[in-house]
Each structure stands twice: as structure tokens, then as C-alpha cells.
């Protein structure tokens, strides 16, 4: 997936907003928190993708051969993608699908009232 495919899809994602920093990654948020990045972030030619996994996700996406846990954010359960071989686009793209969703969902109430957010359901 290139850069402008990436934001284009995180830009299709409701009430996302995107900032232009560290270096020139292209980070998209959700609510001022952020759910994925673009960046050039580590060796290696091309964007690098990485985008907030459930804690399953997580522990099987780093044993992938291509993705790794992600720069600074590791912590926090994120991946990078480092290379476009390890992640079709469609995985990809359902990937960043899924880490906006859990970012919007830790959300407050407040934020997600203010954006419109449906709240998620109680379980």
C-alpha cells in the first residue's frame, strides 16, 4: 500500500483528521487519539504502515515475517509494517479499519457524543 492509498483510507474513516509530523509521517487520529501512521520510520526504502491491534492481533502479527512491534508505540500494542510483501492491501486495510475502532471506542463519552460517534455496545 502506498502513502496516498494509506491516507486515503484512513481519510474514508469517520471524523478522522490527519497532522503532518515527525519527520513527515502522515498520522491520522480519531478524537485526537491516534489509530495509525505513515512514515519512513526504520531501514529500508518505502512507507512503513503502523496502526493500534487488539492484544491477539498483536502477538500474531509481530511473529509475520515483514512486521515488527512498531517504533515508540510497541507499548501500546502497535505493529509496523515494513515491508508491502507482509500484508496484502486488503488485510491492510481492514487492519486500519479495526485500530480506528478500538481507538474510537476508548474514546469518553463526551468525545464521541461531540463527533458523532455511535457509543459501543455494552458486553
Do not use: H
Not at 491520522?28 to 526504502?45: D, H, L
Not at 504502515?49 to 502497535?78: E, N
Not at 485500530?99 to 455511535?118: F, I, M, N, P, S
Request: charged fraction near 25%.
Amino acid at each position: 500500500m502506498t502513502r496516498k492509498e494509506f491516507d486515503k483510507v484512513c481519510s474514508a474513516l469517520p471524523k478522522t483528521s490527519q497532522v503532518i509530523q515527525w519527520g513527515g509521517a502522515s498520522v491520522w487520529k480519531i478524537g485526537g487519539k491516534i489509530f495509525a501512521v505513515c512514515s519512513n520510520w526504520g531501514p529500508g526504502e518505502g512507507p512503513k504502515i503502523s496502526f493500534k491491534c487488539s492484544d491477539m492481533s498483536y502477538d500474531l502479527l509481530r511473529q509475520q515475517k515483514g512486521i515488527i512491534p512498531a517504533p515508540y508505540l510497541a507499548r501500546a500494542k502497535w505493529v509496523q509494517v515494513e515491508t508491502p510483501k507482509a500484508l496484502g492491501d486488503k488485510y491492510l486495510k481492514a487492519y486500519i479499519e479495526t485500530a480506528y475502532r478500538l481507538v474510537a471506542a476508548k474514546l469518553t463519552k463526551a468525545k464521541r457524543a461531540e463527533l458523532g460517534l455511535a457509543l459501543p455496545p455494552r458486553g
